[in-house]
């Protein structure tokens, strides 16, 4: 990598850092570019050089928190003998960091209702959703089928979208019960039913 994309990598890095934390702390509406850009130690005009907007450093987190959370189910799943075992794996790969999870549902969840009334932020919202259903529902299809170059059909994108629903729901249940261990319990119980009947 040249220097100067090193360092474009770092100010990136450093952003979505800041970002996370001032949004945790604050709330996505209650953000401000000024504590996005004190938190980061870095400017307004290094910020603008690398994102549009807070819109756009959100979904960057978005789109990293996925990638982190789609990795470690994908390795899950290549790794496992058996299925019971692949998702297994992968839910105590999801929610390893119970405090983490918790962060990031709460600014997650307040985009999403953002979205909800905002008619771009749901579109770029809908593209990423898309994306991630179709990266899980790739890895189950081809732990499935045993090969690693099959394409995902509409059941296994079903599944994918059964799977990111009950993972969602039981976190968000989680963000006012405080009780990690029955969410995952919870998950473990269902997933398996939900993805094999699909």
Known sequence: MAKGEQTRARTVARFLEAGA???ADRGFHAATMAQIC???GLSRGAFYSNFD???SLFLALFEQHAATQLDAVASAFEN??????????????A??????????F???TEFTIYAA???????LLVEHDTRVRSRLATTIARFATGDAAAQPSEDDLEAARFAIALYEGVQLGALVERDAYQARRTML????????NS
Request: zero cysteines.
């Open 21 to 23: 934390d001032v949004f």
């Open 117 to 123: 009334r905002n008619a771009d932020a749901a579109r």
């Open 80 to 93: 496992a003998p058996d299925f019971d075992t692949a998702v297994s794996t992968a839910v105590g790969a």
């Open 38 to 40: 004190e938190r980061a």
């Open 189 to 196: 119980r269902f997933l398996p039913l939900g993805v094999k």
């Open 106 to 108: 709460l600014i997650s």
């Open 95 to 104: 929610v390893a960091d119970p405090d983490a999870e918790h962060r990031w």
């Open 53 to 55: 907007s807070k819109e």
